[in-house]
């Protein structure tokens, strides 16, 4: 079968201005994706008339569905098609149906309307294995330390800005603006490409050689999606309760209880040198085992904190590290996979993450229901050590396999 990829060897100054037109993608598609999230309940009520959380909580799933669906499916079309045209195209989609959500009248419209979007919007996870594409396989850290470093700012300013948005007094106008943005990605992302070709290449990527060698593959990815898996659950077991509980337990105003939320991702920023230095192949094993215990234990201080100054050491142990082992799981499939098949196989692993984010908050409500609003934090710590296990006594052999097929 021939495959479409990158072409290589291009100047370092096109490299770098293709890297950071894409790294604007990121930026501009997860602020726009985020900036309403902590607020739909507020944001049904006021556009819709909804009162009931519970449709905040079918809306959610369902979105987290669609995207698990979907992703796949670009990446099975990448392993056909030119990546960066596949994502032109989604780009293009997502902005038609971003500007047809400001126009939906019923909820059930503006359901309809954002399956469709995040069917297009789903291409956007193509962003991240062009980048590696293009940055090539000895600067997997440093591409992962922009990424995440982007990734995380994009959360905190978008958190910051959304409840500002909802003073508007029509949010769904908001969509225009952000289908606009959507506009404004895809030419950008066509200057900053154009040129960029694909070539058809014939031969198979390291670690997926035929016979024996796809079954080591297959085994090896299928572990990898169970760790990143049990390592999104473990992230986001925490999060729709965690103000509430910091509420109950220190009596915080919004105010503080924004910063305490955002510690995480503004640690993620910082750690943007330490991944860069970290996360190389010969230190991943020992920088994820040590990532997740540190982890471990930031968690569980969170939830049996007794001061507010421990409760932010354990937010502030708990982000460092979260940023650098999910960074350490990104250089481990680049490492391992290249070529056609990477955004498949990294299409996988969002997948995987999408599932995990789609269980987390039914088990949080359930783990709260039964046992309090702390018992989340030490669940979630549990869960890092089941995936410490995964990945020591499971992941680590099969990646070892791989190197020496």
């Known amino acids: 079968m021939t495959l479409p990829v990158l072409n290589t060897q291009p100047s370092e100054a096109r490299v770098a201005r293709a890297q950071y037109a894409l790294l604007g993608c990121v930026f501009l598609g997860l602020f726009t994706e985020v900036l309403l999230s902590p607020f739909y309940p507020q944001f049904f009520r006021k556009v819709f008339g909804i009162d009931d959380f519970a449709y905040t909580g079918w809306y959610i799933f369902i979105c987290r569905l669609t995207v698990v669906l979907c992703s796949p499916l670009w990446g099975l079309l990448s392993r056909r098609f030119d990546p960066k045209r596949l994502l032109f195209f989604g780009q293009a989609g997502t902005a038609v149906f971003t500007a047809m959500m400001a126009t939906a009248d019923t909820a059930g419209a503006f359901l309809a309307f954002t399956v469709l979007l995040l069917l297009f919007k789903s291409s956007y996870m193509l962003i991240y294995p062009l980048m590696v594409s293009l940055s090539g396989n000895g600067s997997n850290a440093a591409t992962a330390s922009k990424f995440h470093a982007v990734y995380h700012l994009a959360i905190i300013l978008s958190t910051l800005a959304g409840a500002r948005m909802m003073t508007m007094e029509n949010p769904l106008s908001l969509f225009y603006l952000a289908a606009a943005v959507d506009v404004v990605q895809l030419g950008l992302c066509v200057w900053a490409l154009r040129g960029f070709g694909s070539r058809e290449k014939e031969e198979q990527p390291e670690g997926e050689k035929p016979s024996g060698g796809l079954r080591r593959w297959s085994g090896f990815l299928i572990v990898l999606g169970s760790v990143f898996f049990t390592l999104t659950v473990a992230n986001n077991l925490i999060r729709p309760f965690f103000t509430q509980y910091s509420q109950e337990t220190f009596g915080l105003g919004a105010g503080a209880l924004s910063l305490l939320f955002l ?125 410490l296990a995964l990945f020591v006594f499971l992941l680590r052999g099969r990646a070892a396999a791989l190197n020496r097929s």
């Open 263 to 387: 510690i995480p991702n503004a640690m993620a920023v910082a750690a943007m040198p330490l991944i860069k230095r970290l996360c190389v192949p010969e230190k991943l094993t020992n920088v994820y085992v040590l990532g997740v215990a540190v982890m471990a234990g930031g968690l569980y201080l969170q939830g049996e904190a007794d001061s507010l100054a421990l409760l932010v050491l354990g937010r502030l142990m708990y982000g460092l590290f979260l940023a650098i082992t999910m960074a350490s799981l990104d250089v481990l499939l680049f490492q391992h996979s290249s070529g056609p098949h990477l955004s498949f196989h990294y299409s996988v692993m969002v997948s995987c993450q999408n599932m995990g984010e789609l269980a987390s908050p039914l088990l949080a409500s359930a783990l709260v229901a039964g046992a309090g609003l702390a018992v989340p934090f030490v669940s979630s710590a549990a869960i890092c050590i089941l995936n």
